[in-house]
Structure formats: structure tokens, C-alpha cells
């Protein structure tokens, strides 16, 4: 119901009348619409219920099936930002908690556990068990959701945290982290996190191993209260590098870090005036333009020596097939396996062991803007100078080439037959010379980003050369192969999940007065889809991809043509699978060529 920041200011209005209507027993005409109602079914209320911005909100008529958080409400069509009943006691699983719920921003499926905002009402210097049970106004859109229940949400399954921020210019930055988890009261709430990503700088991952402490209750290292001294409450060490629980100073201040600060942004003299967390389910967060760097740790195919498991390329085929239950497409690309069978020991221990431990990421140059399948035709040069090579050129549709620390750019290195005279060349990407093009906005495979590369004037040392010089086409005809099989078996559990949560679709969507799943032309079609599905596993089959997700998209109806459901995301992911590491009809080249059926033609000079 917001901008693309999701909760800043405008929901504290909405806030306020949506809890109003919610417990007023008075009625008359404002719309619900999601998967419980149909359109123009009514909630009797006071008016027309509508955020700032004219935009219709939700409101539940009853609770949505007993959902766990805002992610599960998310799956069931509830698309929309506003206050949801969800129920993540394991304990108690009838006992219903109000929370906030973040449809809009990164993705949506976001359960709001903290919000601040420019005008402040509640007071957030309170004690630890206040902080326990919870406080604030949702209303008022100030609070504090309580430690109890974010444990409880994040004791379910791994979870990601998302920091907004915004300070008093109305500038705002983000940070997110792979993984967050809150211990029980037990062992007083102790935080574990990793994994940043952002632009607002990393203030948060110090506080990980401590204990929440309070006015009344301190566990902080300093030689003196952190909560009282600056009057907050959090995961406090000596003290802190964030205090979003902090004083409401309202921008500069001169005291000392007891504002809500966020130091690697706005330092400790300035207190911010709008903050929101929020928390989702890592194992199932919705596509988003960011590459987490922790999750290709383990190479299984890649030396012992540095840090591979050293095992033979078929466990590298179970990775990449493990990594397709979690909805991971980008891991393949961000390792270099051309490095790992060609290259020296120093390309070794200089690119690829940092690329397995997951300190760097790679990306690999080969297609440009004239030149995609056919990759001999490419037009990218590294001339010898001295001990140096220089480079020029561009190189196009390059995966991870943001995220990227160097890449893996096949190039021209001599005049002679175009087979033979091109090398791969391990390239840092923070060399001077390296320009990209903004992220190109895909429909698919998100999780990577990808754009064009120029070269210019770009110097690296000659020993980068991978292998023998002049052989870099045959290298990288090898490695296609190996691409090729891991792309064709990341697909097949993206299909499985197609087919799973296409039958809980279908169970619960009603047609003529009965399930969709009784209708037997859809059950045997499934069946079927699951058969092509094994067989794909064994043959590895890759067209059968897109047969799946399309025939699955197909029984969702209407749902099916949204980007906010899993399976049009398998859809339009899928949609790569037959472009990257050849297309079809190059597959199929390779196939006469095997044949013998393919005419002679005369080699490229």
C-alpha cells in the first residue's frame, strides 16, 4: 500500500484506520477481496476503507488458515499489506497474534517485528519483559512486536531480517541479512545473524552471539549498563553499532549514541526518523535482485587443496540438483570451473579457493552483443605488453557481473583460426577500464543479477591466462558441457515444488462445487507430469521443464498470470534453461554433428 520502500510513513494512517474498523462492531460497505471472498463480496464497516494513497486494504474476514506468518499468508493469495491473525506457537497453535504484515516491499511475505516513525507516541525505553511480551500501537504504527513472538516466528525455519531506514532529508537505505534467528526466554533471547546485503553498511552482524539487554536487565560486555547509558534496549555489546530501539531525537543530536542510530550510515550524532524490521522465511523468500555470496561455499568437484571436496563431477550434479529445493539458480555461475581444470597454482589459490570458501564471486565472459551462440565470432581482445595483456571490448548478458569480484572473460590473444586463437583470462573485476551497464531487468532469475560489460584499456597480468594460451575455445566448449548438465538438473526441483503445490492448489480451489483435484482429466495429467518428471531425472531431459511449469501454471487460472505466485516464477525461469549454455537449435547442431547429418562448411580464418 506504499511506495517501493513498503512501510514508511504513509501506513501510520492506515494503521490507525484499519485497527478502528477491525474492532468496531459497526457496518456498512467497505470491499474485501482474496482467496475467501469473491468480487464485490462486502465487510459491513464505517465507509470505504482505502490507504493514503487510494489504493483499497484488505481486511480478513476470519483467520486464514491458521497460517504461521505473513510468507504463508503471502503463498495463499493475500497480496495485499495490512494486519493479519497469524499462529506461530508450535505450543499453542490456536493462539492468534496480530502482526503487520509487508506484502510490497523486496518481494513481499514480510511479517513487520518493529516500526518507528516521525511522530512518536510510545515510549521505547522500557524493561527486558516488556520487550519479552511485546508493546506499542499498531494503530499508531509504533511498536515493538515482542521477543516471545519473534521467537516463535523464527524457531519455524531459517528466516532473513530486512532493516528500512530513512532519516530526516526523506534519503532511505536497506540492509538485509541471509540469516537471523532469536533464542527463547530461556536463554534470554540471544541473537545469531549473518549474511549482509545492502546499502545502508553492516551495523547489525557485530550483535550477533549476545543477549538482549534492557534497563533493568544488562548482559552487554562495557563496564556499565549499555541500556541505561543510552537509553534503549537491544543485542548490546560494548555497546552498539545500531540502536534502533534508541531516544527519538529527531536527526542531529549531540549527545552520544543514544539516539535510533545506524552507525555505518548516519554515524552516532544523528537519530533517524522512520525504521522498520522485518522478518520472512529464508528457505522460501520470493525472487528478489540479490546474490547471497555464502550460499556456493562447497564446491563438491573442486581440490581438496583449495577447499573442494574432491569428488568426481556427478556429486557436483547432486549440489546443483540440492540447490533447486532451496529455488537457487544463480550458485552454478559463481564458480569458475574452467580455473579449476585448467589453471595454474597461482590462478588456484589466488581465484578459485576464495570462489569455493565464498569470500569471491565469479562470473564468466563469453557471449557479447554480436557473437551469443556463436561464440567464435567474438570481437573482445587481450594484446601482449611486456608481462601485461591489454584488454578492449565489451561482453554481454553477463550473470552476477554486479555482484561479481572477477570474471572468467574469454578473449581474442592472437591473430590466427578462430578456434585457436582465444584464451580464457581471469580478470578482477575492480581493474581500471571495467564499465557496466545498469542491472538488466530480467522476468527470471532474479537471484543473479545481469548486465553488459565494456573493456577498456583494462591491464592484467599475462600469468591470469588460464591453461595454454590459444586454447581458450576448447576449454570452454568443455565447461558448456558441464553448464548444460547442471542447468538441465537444477530444473527438476522446481518441478517437483510446481507439482506439489499445484495439487494443495487444486485441493482447496473449487469449481461446479467440488475440488479441482476430482477432476480426473487434471489428476491423470498430473500423474503424467510427475512420470515426465522421472524420466527427465534419469535423461535429464531438458525441454520437459517448461512443459511442467506451463501445464501447472495452467490449472491456477488467474493466480497463474501474476508474478506473486511460486509457480510463475518456476515458469518464466524455466524460460532460460533452453537460451543459457546454448540454445535449443545449437543443441540440436551438436546432435547432427554426432549424426553426421550436419553440411561441410569451410573453416573460419
Given at each position: 500500500v506504499?511506495?517501493?520502500?513498503?512501510?514508511?510513513?504513509?501506513?501510520?494512517t492506515?494503521?490507525?484506520?484499519?485497527?478502528?474498523?477491525?474492532?468496531?462492531?459497526?457496518a456498512?460497505?467497505?470491499?474485501?477481496?482474496?482467496?475467501?471472498?469473491?468480487?464485490?463480496?462486502?465487510?459491513?464497516?464505517?465507509?470505504?476503507?482505502?490507504?493514503?494513497?487510494d489504493?483499497?486494504?484488505?481486511?480478513?474476514?476470519?483467520?486464514?488458515?491458521?497460517?504461521?506468518?505473513?510468507?504463508?499468508?503471502?503463498?495463499?493469495?493475500?497480496?495485499?499489506?495490512?494486519?493479519?491473525?497469524?499462529?506461530?506457537?508450535?505450543?499453542?497453535?490456536?493462539?492468534?497474534?496480530?502482526?503487520?504484515?509487508?506484502?510490497?516491499?523486496?518481494?513481499?511475505?514480510?511479517?513487520?517485528?518493529?516500526?518507528?516513525?516521525?511522530?512518536?507516541?510510545?515510549?521505547?525505553?522500557?524493561?527486558?519483559?516488556?520487550?519479552?511480551l511485546?508493546?506499542?500501537?499498531?494503530?499508531?504504527?509504533?511498536?515493538?512486536?515482542?521477543?516471545d513472538?519473534?521467537?516463535?516466528?523464527?524457531?519455524?525455519?531459517?528466516?532473513?531480517?530486512?532493516?528500512?531506514?530513512?532519516?530526516?532529508?526523506?534519503?532511505?537505505?536497506?540492509?538485509?541479512?541471509?540469516?537471523?534467528?532469536?533464542?527463547?526466554?530461556?536463554?534470554?533471547?540471544?541473537?545469531?545473524?549473518?549474511?549482509?546485503?545492502?546499502?545502508?553498511?553492516?551495523?547489525?552482524?557485530?550483535?550477533?552471539?549476545?543477549?538482549?539487554?534492557?534497563?533493568?536487565?544488562?548482559?552487554?560486555?562495557?563496564?556499565?549498563?549499555?541500556?541505561?547509558?543510552?537509553?534503549?534496549?537491544?543485542?548490546?555489546?560494548k555497546?552498539?553499532?545500531?540502536?534502533?530501539?534508541?531516544?527519538?531525537?529527531?536527526?542531529?543530536?549531540?549527545?552520544?549514541?543514544?539516539?535510533?542510530?545506524?552507525?555505518?550510515?548516519?554515524?552516532?550524532?544523528?537519530?533517524?526518523?522512520?525504521?522498520?524490521?522485518?522478518?520472512?522465511?529464508?528457505?522460501?523468500?520470493?525472487?528478489?535482485?540479490?546474490?547471497?555470496?555464502?550460499?556456493?561455499?562447497?564446491?563438491?568437484?573442486?581440490?581438496?587443496?583449495?577447499?573442494?571436496?574432491?569428488?568426481?563431477?556427478?556429486?557436483?550434479?547432486?549440489?546443483?540438483?540440492?540447490?533447486?529445493?532451496?529455488?537457487?539458480?544463480?550458485?552454478?555461475?559463481?564458480?569458475?570451473?574452467?580455473?579449476?581444470?585448467?589453471?595454474?597454482?597461482?590462478?588456484?589459490?589466488?581465484?578459485?579457493a576464495?570462489?569455493?570458501s565464498?569470500?569471491?564471486?565469479?562470473?564468466?565472459?563469453?557471449?557479447?552483443?554480436?557473437?551469443?551462440?556463436?561464440?567464435?565470432?567474438?570481437?573482445?581482445?587481450?594484446?601482449?605488453?611486456?608481462?601485461?595483456?591489454?584488454?578492449?571490448g565489451?561482453?554481454?548478458?553477463?550473470?552476477?557481473?554486479?555482484?561479481?569480484?572477477?570474471?572468467?572473460?574469454?578473449?581474442?590473444?592472437?591473430?590466427?583460426?578462430?578456434?585457436?586463437?582465444?584464451?580464457?583470462?581471469?580478470?578482477?573485476?575492480?581493474?581500471?577500464?571495467i564499465h557496466?551497464?545498469?542491472?538488466?531487468?530480467k522476468?527470471?532469475?532474479?537471484?543473479?543479477?545481469?548486465?553488459?560489460?565494456?573493456?577498456?584499456?583494462?591491464?592484467?597480468?599475462?600469468?591470469?591466462?588460464?591453461?595454454?594460451?590459444?586454447?581458450?575455445?576448447?576449454?570452454?566448449?568443455?565447461?558448456?558441457?558441464?553448464?548444460?548438465?547442471?542447468?538441465?538438473?537444477?530444473?527438476i526441483?522446481p518441478?517437483?515444488?510446481?507439482?506439489?503445490s499445484t495439487?494443495?492448489y487444486?485441493?482447496?480451489?473449487?469449481?461446479?462445487?467440488?475440488?479441482?483435484?476430482?477432476?480426473?482429466?487434471?489428476?491423470?495429467?498430473?500423474a503424467?507430469?510427475?512420470?515426465?518428471?522421472?524420466?527427465l531425472?534419469?535423461?535429464?531431459?531438458?525441454?520437459?521443464?517448461?512443459?511442467?511449469?506451463?501445464?501447472?501454471?495452467?490449472?491456477?487460472?488467474?493466480?497463474?498470470?501474476?508474478?506473486?505466485?511460486?509457480?510463475?516464477?518456476?515458469?518464466?525461469?524455466?524460460?532460460?534453461?533452453?537460451?543459457?549454455?546454448?540454445?535449443?537449435?545449437?543443441?540440436?547442431?551438436?546432435?547432427?554433428?554426432?549424426?553426421?547429418?550436419?553440411?561441410?562448411?569451410?573453416?573460419?580464418?
Open positions: 506504499t511506495e517501493s520502500r513498503g512501510i514508511m510513513v504513509d501506513l501510520a492506515a494503521w490507525l484506520v484499519l485497527v478502528v474498523i477491525m474492532v468496531s462492531p459497526a456498512t460497505d467497505a470491499h474485501v477481496h482474496g482467496p475467501n471472498s469473491t468480487e464485490g463480496e462486502t465487510l459491513h464497516t464505517h465507509g470505504t476503507l482505502h490507504d493514503p494513497h489504493h483499497p486494504i484488505f481486511l480478513p474476514k476470519r483467520p486464514q488458515h491458521m497460517s504461521r506468518n505473513c510468507y504463508d499468508l503471502y503463498k495463499r493469495g493475500f497480496l495485499l499489506t495490512g494486519l493479519y491473525n497469524i499462529y506461530p506457537y508450535d505450543c499453542c497453535p490456536e493462539r492468534p497474534v496480530l502482526v503487520l504484515c509487508d506484502m510490497v516491499t523486496d518481494g513481499g511475505g514480510w511479517t513487520v517485528i518493529q516500526h518507528r516513525h516521525q511522530q512518536p507516541r510510545i515510549d521505547f525505553y522500557r524493561t527486558w519483559m516488556e520487550y519479552a511485546g508493546f506499542g500501537d499498531l494503530a499508531e504504527g509504533e511498536f515493538w512486536l515482542g521477543l513472538h519473534i521467537h516463535a516466528l523464527t524457531n519455524q525455519e531459517a528466516n532473513e531480517i530486512r532493516f528500512d531506514l530513512e532519516d530526516f532529508d526523506g534519503q532511505t537505505r536497506w540492509a538485509k541479512y541471509t540469516f537471523f534467528y532469536v533464542h527463547d526466554r530461556n536463554n534470554d533471547y540471544k541473537l545469531e545473524v549473518n549474511g549482509y546485503m545492502g546499502d545502508a553498511g553492516d551495523s547489525f552482524s557485530t550483535h550477533g552471539g549476545q543477549r538482549f539487554s534492557a534497563k533493568d536487565k544488562d548482559f552487554g560486555k562495557a563496564k556499565y549498563n549499555c541500556s541505561v547509558k543510552y537509553k534503549g534496549a537491544w543485542w548490546y555489546e555497546c552498539h553499532k545500531s540502536n534502533l530501539n534508541g531516544l527519538y531525537l529527531s536527526g542531529p543530536h549531540a549527545s552520544y549514541a543514544d539516539g535510533i542510530n545506524w552507525k555505518s550510515w548516519r554515524g552516532y550524532h544523528y537519530s533517524l526518523r522512520t525504521t522498520a524490521m522485518m522478518i520472512r522465511p529464508r528457505s522460501e523468500a520470493p525472487a528478489t535482485a540479490e546474490f547471497y555470496t555464502d550460499e556456493h561455499k562447497e564446491l563438491q568437484r573442486s581440490l581438496k587443496k583449495y577447499g573442494g571436496l574432491g569428488l568426481d563431477y556427478s556429486y557436483s550434479m547432486a549440489m546443483s540438483e540440492a540447490l533447486g529445493t532451496i529455488n537457487c539458480g544463480a550458485i552454478p555461475m559463481a564458480v569458475a570451473v574452467q580455473t579449476d581444470m585448467f589453471g595454474s597454482n597461482y590462478l588456484k589459490e589466488e581465484f578459485l576464495p570462489s569455493i565464498g569470500e569471491k564471486v565469479s562470473c564468466l565472459g563469453v557471449s557479447e552483443p554480436g557473437a551469443g551462440s556463436d561464440v567464435a565470432s567474438i570481437q573482445t581482445t587481450a594484446k601482449r605488453d611486456g608481462d601485461d595483456l591489454i584488454i578492449n565489451q561482453k554481454m548478458w553477463i550473470t552476477n557481473a554486479w555482484q561479481a569480484d572477477w570474471i572468467c572473460l574469454l578473449a581474442n590473444t592472437s591473430q590466427g583460426p578462430a578456434h585457436l586463437n582465444k584464451s580464457l583470462i581471469c580478470v578482477p573485476m575492480n581493474s581500471p577500464g557496466l551497464t545498469k542491472r538488466i531487468d522476468m527470471g532469475m532474479r537471484s543473479s543479477d545481469t548486465a553488459q560489460i565494456f573493456f577498456e584499456d583494462v591491464r592484467v597480468p599475462a600469468k591470469n591466462i588460464i591453461g595454454d594460451e590459444g586454447m581458450g575455445f576448447t576449454y570452454q566448449m568443455l565447461q558448456f558441457q558441464e553448464e548444460r548438465l547442471a542447468g538441465a538438473v537444477l530444473t526441483p518441478m517437483d515444488t510446481c507439482i506439489q495439487i494443495a487444486t485441493k482447496e480451489r473449487k469449481a461446479f462445487g467440488q475440488p479441482l483435484l476430482n477432476n480426473q482429466c487434471i489428476h491423470f495429467r498430473l503424467e507430469l510427475e512420470t515426465e518428471i522421472e524420466c531425472r534419469s535423461l535429464i531431459y531438458r525441454a520437459t521443464a517448461r512443459e511442467v511449469t506451463d501445464s501447472c501454471l495452467q490449472f491456477w487460472g488467474g493466480m497463474g498470470f501474476t508474478n506473486e505466485v511460486l509457480v510463475s516464477r518456476f515458469f518464466r525461469d524455466m524460460r532460460l534453461v533452453s537460451i543459457g549454455g546454448g540454445a535449443d537449435e545449437v543443441m540440436l547442431m551438436i546432435i547432427c554433428k554426432y549424426m553426421d547429418t550436419l553440411p561441410r562448411l569451410p573453416r573460419k580464418k
